[in-house]
């Protein structure tokens, strides 16, 4: 497309190209969103604007990068989570509103198995962009929050965006939970969205996470419940006697997850958690103390 077109006429052209692509119509708006930097409701307010060419350019390219699978927040360069702005890039998971649904469900829970208890520590493993223990320090400012990964491109990330939010959370790099059990710390919480899709399920996903996502921070081994194991074996060291763990999982991964947290903590009282659109998403273990 060449010429001067009005802000309606571009979102037109992008939605049908979207479509033909097998994209999101609806992700010209976000885009246009962006680049004009405004809000949804301004856009539409200014559909009979003529778009000036240092913005349709760049929109043009960004709408056909898309639709070959670039993911929209690596082209805007962040997703928003909890209401907050979150940089990623292709060395983080993208944040999905199932992992809102796990910090939710944290937060009602630590009021009800805590009470107030005083210093409580909360370690976020494998923390990617840093959603979740950014997220759990701001909702929770009472907390002390520790997130380990073990990519360094990751953490770097992650720190990025405890700046950009004014979060205090401590950053160690390292696998799983050798962190903490390294600095001979116990902790009351341990939240961790884990890889968990299945090996075999790699030729099922779409090219946008496929091609544009960690694989580090995606695949789990055959059954995708390899890092559940691995947490059964170290999480008995690392934890307090009176703790809350929280897992995100993969659909259909519920009563496995929960078996293996049955078999490890045998007085805890074990929950499955759906998600909102009805799909086993979360597991919380209790353990009483």
């Known amino acids: ?30 885009l246009l969103c962006s680049f004009l930097n405004t809000t949804r409701s301004h856009l539409y307010a200014s559909m009979r604007d003529e778009l000036p060419e240092e913005i349709w350019l760049p929109f043009e390219q960004a709408v056909k990068d898309h639709a070959t699978g670039v993911p929209i927040q690596h082209i805007i360069g962040y997703e928003e989570f909890y209401g907050r702005k979150f940089q990623v890039n292709e060395q983080v998971l993208i944040p999905r509103p199932e992992t809102e649904e796990l910090v939710l469900g944290t937060i009602q829970r630590i009021k009800e198995h805590f009470g107030l208890q ?14 979740i223990a950014i997220t759990m320090k701001l909702e929770c400012p009472f907390l002390s929050v520790t997130a380990t990964d073990i990519s360094s491109a990751a953490l770097q990330v992650a720190i990025g965006n405890a700046k950009l939010n004014h979060a205090e959370v401590n950053f160690k790099r390292g696998d799983l939970l050798q962190p903490i059990f390294e600095s001979n710390e116990k902790v009351d919480i341990v ?33 995708g419940l390899d890092y559940y194991i691995r947490f059964m074996e170290e999480l008995p060291f690392v934890i307090t006697n009176r703790a809350l763990i929280g897992f995100e999982i993969g659909a259909g991964q519920g009563e496995k997850v929960a078996t293996l947290l049955r078999e490890t903590f045998k007085d805890s009282c074990i929950e499955i958690v759906n998600d ?12 009483p103390g």
Request: aromatic share 8%; with cysteine.
């Open 1 to 30: 497309m060449v010429g001067h077109f009005k802000v309606y006429e571009a979102l037109k052209w992008a939605s049908s190209f979207l479509q033909e692509n097998n994209r999101d119509a609806n992700s010209g708006e976000l």
């Open 118 to 131: 005083p210093d409580i520590k909360l370690a976020d493993i494998g923390t990617g962009s840093g959603a």
């Open 191 to 223: 939240l961790s969205n884990p890889p968990y899709i299945p090996n075999r399920d790699k030729d099922f996903l779409s090219t946008v996470v496929k091609d544009h996502e960690p694989h580090l921070a995606l695949f789990g081994g055959e059954e």
């Open 276 to 287: 909102i659109n009805g799909k086993d998403r979360m597991v919380f273990c209790r353990i």
